[in-house]
């Protein structure tokens, strides 16, 4: 699962990049549309294995209590 969302991130940030190169020869509200999605549309997927996480470590740390 981990390596798999890392590969996955990495995968997301190099299509942002690649396509990044070609937004910058457009409008500014063509780029801060971009941008802007660009950068926040990765919090939720992260957000799920976070949760699994913190949920993991308060599991771990009831039972060493």
């Known amino acids: 699962g981990l390596l798999l969302g890392l590969v996955g ?3 997301y940030v ?4 690649l396509l ?5 020869k457009l409008h500014w509200l063509v780029q801060l549309a971009y941008f802007l999605v660009a950068g926040l549309a990765w919090v939720p997927p992260a957000r799920r294995p976070r ?3 913190r949920r993991l470590c308060a599991r771990r740390h009831r039972h060493e209590s």
């Open 14 to 17: 190099g299509v942002v990049v």
């Open 51 to 53: 949760g699994r996480f």
């Open 9 to 11: 991130f990495a995968a």
């Open 20 to 24: 990044a190169d070609w937004v910058l």
